[in-house]
C-alpha cells in the first residue's frame, strides 16, 4: 500500500482498562483523507475513552495507533497536535477571560521586530479568520461574553488553523443555533475538500445522515459496526447503538424484570405538568401511578436526565408543576422533594450520588439524620439498624457498614445510593440509569429489586440506554426528543422495536 | 513471576504506610518528641514546665478545632487571627458591667464574623479563601477602631482569674480548652450537623441531592470556628492580663491550619481529626519549646515549622483528581 | 412573528448589557474612581495634603508596597497567591543593610538572589508537587522570617546602611522625586509590556483563566508558574533593598502585613482572585488608594490608622462580590 493510500488515522484492536471498567476492548477504527466519520454510542459506550487515545489524552492498554500507516504513540495531548490532529471538544475549551483574537492565536502570537506581541495585526488578523465562520463581533471583548455557539466556532477556527489533518468534533453543534450549524457544515463542507479526515461525533441523527460518509458504532467499549452510513437506515442505527447484540442474548438470557406490574390504579403518585427549563426542557408532562414503572426513553442529550433533575428539584425550571400524591411542590428544591417523597438516583453516581470518602453507614444514614436524632444527637443504634435491615435487604458485600464507600465494587456502590433512597421512605423513586458500569449479577439484583419495589406500591420513572432493560423493566416508556417528548408506549407497544422506531422517526 | 509479585508486595506496603502516616504520623511524633525531651531536656516533666506549655498551647487548640471543622467541608478560614483580636478588644468595653456581658460581647463579635464569612462563601459563593481573606484584613481593622488603637489594661479581678487561677492544678483556660475539644469531637462523631458536614466537605453536589441543608451547614460551621476565635481571644486577654489588637492572634491561622494539618484532617475535606487536631498543636507547641530548650534558636524553630506544614500537607494530599 | 418579540427582547438583553456594563466599570476602574474623589476630598479639606512635598511622600512611601503588589499581580493572575512576599520584604531589607558595606551593587544582587531563590523554591514546590499556593507560600512566609530572624541574631541587631552610593540613591532626588519612584515606574512599564505584549504574558492569564484549556491549548504550565513565584520574590527582595536605602538601616520589624496591603492593592485595582483577568494600571490605583488613604487618615489625626485596614478590607469584600455577580450575570447572559 502506498502512502498516499494509508489512512489518516488507524487504531487496530484497542482496549484500555480502568479501575472496574473495561473502557474499550478491541476496539478499531479507520479515518480516511476526506472523510466525515460519525462516531456514535450511548453514554459510556467508549467514545470519549476513544477519542482520548486518538488525541493522546489517554494512552491504550493493548493495540496499535497508526498515523499515516506508520505506528505512533502519542504521549500527550501536545504530541497528537504535532502531528496534525486538532480536536474541539464538547465543553469549549478555552479561556473565557481573555480576548477572542488572544484566545484564538495562544502560543501562536504574531510579533513585531522587537519579540513582542503585535497586538493591532493580531487583532486584525483575527478578525478576518473569524468573519469566514460568520462571526462579526468585536474580536477584542472576552471570549466569555459570547454566545456558546460563536465560542464554539472561535475553537474551530483555532483547531483548523494550525495544518489539521484530522479533526475530532465532539458534539459540536450541541450549542449552536439552527444557522450556526448551517455555517459549521460550510467549514466542515471546506475542510472535507481540502482533504481533512473528520471525526464526528454526535447523537442528532438527521445530521449524520446529512455530512457524514462513514460511522462507527460502539457499545459497551466494543465496536458494535462500523461502514459506510448510506448502507444503513436510521432503524439499523438505532438498534445498534441500544439494542442488545443478539450473542450477548444468548449468553446472559434477559433482562431480570418480572412480567407486568399490576398498577393499584387510582390517583398517581407523580404528576409532572408543562415542565420548562430554557434550552432545555419543553413542556414535559408525565404522569407515574403506584405500583407503576414508567421508563423514559430517548437518545443522549433527549432530556431524560434533566427531567429526571428537574422533578427532583435540582434543575431550575422557568415554569411547571410538580405534584406529589395530590400535593403540589411550591418550592422545588431538593430538600422540599425529599420531604414530598421523591428519591432521586442521579447519573453519575461518584460525583453526584455518593460521599465516597465516608462509610456505607454514613452514606445510608445521611438522608434520615433528622430521623434517626433527637436533639441533633444521633442514635447509634437507630441508626445500625437501619443500615443493618438494608445492608442485608440489599446484599451489600462489604467487610463491614463502616467500610469506606469508594472502596467498594460499582454494583454495591449502587446498592449503597439505593439504600439511602429507600432510608427515606419515598413515594416516587426516580432512578436514571441504575444499572450502568455494574457488574451482571449486581445488575440481575438491582433490576428485581426494582420490580419489587414497584410491587409495593412505590412509583418509578426508571432512564436507561439500554433498550431491553427499558422495555421489560417499564409498564409505560415516554419517548423524549430535543427536550420534549417525542410519543409515548402503551401496553402491547412496549416492545424494542416500537421504541426504535419512535426514536428513529421522532429524530428525522 | 517472583519479581513482580514482590514489587507488589512492597507497593502495597508503601501504599500502607502512605495511607497510615497522616493519621497516625502525629502521635508518632509526638511521643517520640516527649521521649527524647524527658531524655534529654533538665525538668521536662516538672509539673511547672508541663503547665507552661499547656498554657502556652491553649489559644492555638481552641483556634484550630474550628479551623479542624472548617477544612472538614473543604474550606480554610484565614480571618481567625483578626477574629481573636476582635474579641480581645471588645472585652474591655462592657468589662465594667461585669464579666459575663464582656465575655458575651466578644460572642457577639465572633457570631457576627462568622455570619459575614459563611454568608460570603454560602450565598454569595465565593472561594472560602478569598471571603475570609478579607476578614483578616478588615477584622483586625475593626478590633483597633475598637480599642482606639490603645493597649489597655485590665484590671477586673473576676475576669483576670480565668487566666491565672487552677482547678486541681490545672489552669482554667486548659480546663476550657479540653471542654471545648471534647464538645467539638462530640459533635463530629455524634451529631447530626456533625454528619452533615462531613458530607458536604465529601461531595457537596450528592449532599445536596440527600437533602442536606448546604448552606445552613456551611454558615454554621465559619459561625463556630469564628466563636471559638473570639473565646480565644478571650482566654488570651485574661492570661496576659491587657488587650493588645494589634498583636493578638498574629500569624495564628497558620499555626492552626498547621495543627490541623498535621493532626491528619486532609485538606480536601470529608475528615475532620479532632484528637489529631489537639495532638498537632501539641507537636508543634513541643517542637518549638524543645528546639528552644535545647537552645536552637526562634529563627531555626520557625524555618524547622515551615518544612514540617510542607511535609504535613505533603503527605496528607489524597484525591487531588476530583 | 417574530416582529413583535424581537424588540422587546433587545430592550431586554440591552439593559442586562448596561447593567454588565456598570458592574464591570466599578470593578475595573472602581479604584481609580474612588481614588480621584479621596484626592479631591483630600485636597479641599487638608492644607497639607495640597504641598508638593506630601505628594512625594505618598509616592515615596507607595514605592515598596508597589513593587510587591506588581509581582503579587503576576502570580494572583495565575490563579496563585504569594503570602511570602511580606516576609521576603523584610528579608530584603536587612540583607540590603548588611551587604550595602560591599557597595551598591552588592546591595541590590544581594536581596535580588536570595529572595529570587527563595521564590524559585516555592514556585518549583507549587509546580512539580501540586501543593495549595496559599500553604507554600504560608510555610514560605514563617521560613523567610526565619531565615531573617537567623542573620539578624533573633532580630536583635539592626544593620546601619553603609554611607555610600547605595545611602544616596536611598536619598537622591530627581525634579524634586526620589529615584525610588522613578526606578517604580520604570519597571511598572515593564512589567505592563511583559503581560500584555509577550506570550509569557499570555500564558499569565491563560493558566488563571483555565488551567485544563491551557495544558490542551500548548501552554507551559509549570514553566509560567514558577516563573511567576521568581518574579515576585525578586520584587519583594528589590522593595526590601529601596526600604533599607531609604530608612538607612535593615529595619526587623516591620512588614508584617505587607502581604495583606500587597493583595488588598491588587484586588482593589480590579484583579480577579480567582486569576484569569487583572490589569497593572489598576494595581498602580489601587496601591495609591491605599496609601493617599493612610495619608489623610495621618493628616487628620484625629481619626484611627486602623480605617485603612477596614475600609481596605471592606473594599476587597465589595470588589470580589462585585466580581462573583458579575460572573453569574454573564453566565446568564451566554447560557
Aim: proline share 3%; charged share 15%; aromatic share 6%.
Amino acid at each position: 500500500m502506498s502512502a498516499s493510500d494509508a489512512p489518516l488515522l488507524e487504531v487496530v484492536g484497542v482496549s484500555k482498562q480502568f479501575p472496574g471498567v473495561r473502557a474499550l476492548d478491541d476496539v478499531s477504527f479507520t479515518l480516511r483523507a476526506g472523510e466525515v466519520h460519525a462516531l456514535v454510542g450511548e453514554n459510556g459506550a467508549g467514545k470519549s475513552t476513544l477519542i482520548k487515545v486518538l488525541t493522546g489524552v489517554y494512552q491504550p492498554d493493548g493495540g496499535d495507533l497508526r498515523h499515516l500507516g506508520k505506528p505512533v504513540t502519542f504521549n500527550g495531548p501536545l504530541d497528537a497536535q504535532a502531528a496534525g490532529i486538532s480536536t474541539i471538544y464538547q465543553e469549549v475549551n478555552l479561556v473565557p477571560l481573555m480576548s477572542v483574537a488572544r484566545n484564538l492565536f495562544l502560543g501562536r502570537e504574531p510579533r513585531n521586530r522587537f519579540g513582542l506581541v503585535d497586538v493591532a495585526r493580531m487583532n486584525r488578523e483575527a478578525a478576518e479568520i473569524l468573519a469566514g465562520y460568520g462571526i462579526t463581533s468585536d474580536v477584542r471583548r472576552p471570549l466569555g461574553l459570547m454566545a456558546l455557539g460563536a465560542q464554539q466556532m472561535v475553537a474551530l477556527a483555532r483547531a483548523v488553523m494550525v495544518d489539521a489533518r484530522v479533526v475530532v468534533m465532539d458534539e459540536p453543534t450541541s450549542s449552536l443555533e439552527p444557522r450556526e450549524v448551517e455555517t459549521l457544515f460550510g467549514v466542515i463542507q471546506r475542510l472535507h475538500e481540502r482533504g481533512v479526515g473528520i471525526i464526528y461525533v454526535s447523537h442528532r441523527l438527521d445530521e449524520l445522515y446529512r455530512i457524514c460518509d462513514a460511522v462507527t458504532i460502539l457499545r459497551d467499549g466494543k465496536l458494535v459496526h462500523t461502514g459506510l452510513i448510506k448502507d444503513l437506515d436510521r432503524l439499523q442505527l438505532v438498534s445498534h447503538m441500544l439494542g442488545r447484540p443478539m450473542s450477548d442474548v444468548r449468553k446472559a438470557g434477559f433482562t431480570s424484570f418480572g412480567g407486568e406490574h399490576s398498577a393499584a390504579g387510582g390517583k398517581p403518585v407523580l404528576r409532572c405538568a408543562d415542565l420548562n427549563s430554557r434550552h432545555k426542557l419543553t413542556g414535559i408532562s408525565f404522569e407515574v401511578l403506584p405500583g407503576e414503572v414508567v421508563g423514559l426513553g430517548g437518545l443522549l442529550g433527549a432530556g431524560r436526565s434533566e427531567t429526571i433533575k428537574a422533578v427532583a428539584g435540582a434543575l431550575p425550571l422557568d415554569s411547571g408543576t410538580v405534584e406529589v400524591d395530590g400535593t403540589t411542590l411550591r418550592r422545588p428544591n431538593p430538600v422540599a422533594a425529599l420531604k414530598a417523597g421523591i428519591a432521586v438516583q442521579p447519573e453519575d453516581r461518584k460525583a453526584e450520588g455518593l460521599a465516597l470518602g465516608l462509610s456505607i453507614r454514613e452514606n445510608i444514614a445521611l438522608a434520615v439524620l433528622p430521623r434517626l436524632s433527637t436533639a441533633g444527637v444521633v442514635s447509634e443504634r437507630k441508626i445500625d439498624k437501619i443500615v443493618e435491615t438494608f445492608i442485608s435487604r440489599l446484599r451489600i458485600k462489604a467487610s463491614g457498614p463502616h467500610q469506606r464507600v469508594g472502596d467498594l465494587s460499582g454494583g454495591n456502590q449502587q446498592k449503597v445510593l439505593l439504600a439511602r433512597l429507600l432510608a427515606t421512605g419515598p413515594k416516587v423513586l426516580l432512578l436514571d440509569e441504575p444499572t450502568r458500569g455494574i457488574d451482571v449479577g449486581a445488575k440481575a439484583e438491582v433490576q428485581a429489586l426494582i420490580d419489587e419495589l414497584a410491587a409495593e406500591g412505590l412509583g418509578v420513572v426508571l432512564v436507561s440506554s439500554d433498550a431491553e432493560e427499558l422495555v421489560e423493566g417499564s409498564d409505560r416508556v415516554v419517548v423524549l426528543r430535543d427536550g420534549a417528548v417525542a410519543g409515548e408506549l402503551r401496553g402491547d407497544e412496549v416492545t424494542t422495536e416500537h421504541l426504535m422506531n419512535v426514536i428513529a422517526t421522532a429524530a428525522s | 513471576m517472583t519479581a513482580p509479585s514482590l514489587a507488589k508486595s512492597r507497593g502495597f506496603d508503601a501504599a500502607t504506610v502512605r495511607r497510615l502516616l497522616p493519621v497516625y504520623g502525629v502521635y508518632v511524633a509526638l511521643a517520640v518528641l516527649v521521649l527524647f525531651n524527658i531524655a534529654w531536656t533538665d525538668n521536662f516533666l516538672a509539673w511547672n514546665n508541663l503547665r507552661i506549655q499547656l498554657v502556652q498551647v491553649t489559644p492555638v487548640v481552641i483556634v484550630a478545632l474550628g479551623m479542624a471543622l472548617v477544612i472538614g467541608t473543604e474550606g480554610i478560614d484565614l480571618s481567625v487571627g483578626s477574629v481573636m483580636a476582635l474579641g480581645a478588644a471588645l472585652i474591655p468595653l462592657y468589662l465594667g458591667y461585669g464579666m459575663i456581658p464582656a465575655i458575651a460581647l466578644a460572642v457577639v463579635g465572633g457570631v457576627f464574623v462568622g455570619l459575614v464569612n459563611g454568608g460570603l462563601v454560602a450565598f454569595v459563593g465565593l472561594q472560602p479563601i478569598v471571603a475570609t481573606l478579607a476578614m483578616l484584613v478588615a477584622g483586625r481593622g475593626i478590633a483597633l477602631v475598637v480599642s482606639n488603637g490603645k493597649y489597655k489594661d485590665i484590671r477586673d479581678k473576676d475576669f483576670l482569674a480565668i487566666g491565672t487561677d487552677a482547678f486541681l492544678g490545672v489552669p482554667y483556660t486548659v480546663w476550657i480548652a479540653a471542654v471545648l475539644a471534647v464538645v467539638v469531637g462530640f459533635v463530629v462523631r455524634r451529631t447530626v450537623f456533625g454528619r452533615r458536614l462531613l458530607a458536604v466537605g465529601d461531595n457537596r453536589a450528592a449532599a445536596q441531592l440527600a437533602g442536606v441543608p448546604v448552606k445552613r451547614v456551611l454558615i454554621t460551621v465559619y459561625v463556630i470556628a469564628a466563636v471559638l476565635a473570639a473565646i480565644a481571644g478571650v482566654i488570651q486577654v485574661s492570661r496576659i492580663g491587657s488587650a493588645d489588637a494589634s498583636r493578638i492572634g498574629l500569624l495564628i491561622e497558620l499555626s492552626a491550619i498547621t495543627a490541623v494539618v498535621v493532626g491528619g484532617t486532609p485538606l480536601t475535606g470529608g475528615k475532620v481529626r479532632v484528637l489529631g487536631t489537639v495532638a498537632g498543636a501539641f507537636l508543634m507547641q513541643l517542637l518549638t519549646a524543645t528546639m528552644i530548650a535545647n537552645n536552637l534558636k526562634d529563627s531555626t524553630a520557625q524555618m524547622v515549622q515551615a518544612v514540617i506544614i510542607l511535609v504535613a500537607v505533603y503527605t496528607a494530599r489524597e484525591r487531588r483528581t476530583r | 412573528m417574530t416582529l413583535v418579540a424581537e424588540p422587546k427582547l433587545e430592550k431586554a438583553e440591552a439593559a442586562s448589557l448596561r447593567t454588565e456594563r456598570i458592574v464591570e466599570l466599578v470593578q475595573r476602574q472602581g479604584a481609580l474612581a474612588v481614588l480621584a474623589i479621596v484626592l479631591v476630598v483630600g485636597l479641599v479639606a487638608y492644607d497639607d495634603f495640597r504641598s508638593f512635598d506630601n505628594a512625594g511622600t505618598i509616592l515615596v512611601s507607595a514605592a515598596p508596597a508597589a513593587l510587591i503588589a506588581l509581582g503579587m499581580t503576576f502570580v494572583i493572575i495565575t490563579g496563585g497567591i504569594d503570602l511570602s512576599v511580606g516576609s521576603l520584604y523584610v528579608l530584603g531589607g536587612v540583607l540590603a543593610a548588611w551587604a550595602s558595606q560591599y557597595g551598591i551593587a552588592a546591595a541590590f544582587a544581594v536581596p535580588l538572589a536570595v529572595c529570587g531563590l527563595f521564590g524559585l523554591v516555592q514556585g518549583l514546590v507549587i509546580a512539580y508537587a501540586r501543593l495549595a499556593p496559599f500553604i507554600v507560600t504560608l510555610a514560605g512566609l514563617l521560613g523567610a522570617r526565619g531565615l531573617m530572624l537567623a542573620l539578624s541574631d533573633e532580630g536583635g541587631t539592626t544593620y546601619l546602611v553603609d554611607p555610600g552610593a547605595f545611602k544616596d540613591f536611598g536619598k537622591g532626588e530627581l525634579l524634586g522625586v526620589k529615584y525610588a519612584v522613578y526606578l517604580v515606574a520604570v519597571l511598572f512599564v515593564v512589567g505592563m509590556v511583559t503581560l500584555y505584549r509577550t506570550r509569557f504574558g499570555q500564558s499569565v492569564y491563560a493558566i488563571g483563566g483555565s488551567e485544563d484549556a491551557a495544558r490542551l491549548m500548548g501552554v507551559r504550565i509549570r514553566g509560567t508558574q514558577i516563573r511567576v513565584y521568581v518574579l515576585s520574590g525578586l520584587l519583594a527582595g528589590l522593595a526590601g533593598s529601596i526600604n533599607a536605602a531609604r530608612l538607612g538601616s535593615g529595619v526587623t520589624v516591620l512588614g508584617t502585613g505587607m502581604e495583606l496591603d500587597a493583595i488588598a492593592a491588587v484586588v482593589v485595582g480590579g484583579t480577579l482572585l480567582t486569576g484569569g483577568a487583572g490589569t497593572l494600571g489598576g494595581t498602580i490605583a489601587g496601591v495609591l488608594l491605599l496609601q493617599v488613604i493612610q495619608n489623610l487618615i495621618n493628616q487628620d489625626g484625629g481619626v484611627s490608622s486602623a480605617w485603612q485596614t477596614v475600609i481596605s478590607g471592606t473594599f476587597i469584600a465589595l470588589v470580589v462580590v462585585a466580581q462573583t455577580y458579575l460572573a453569574k450575570l454573564r453566565r446568564v447572559a451566554s447560557g
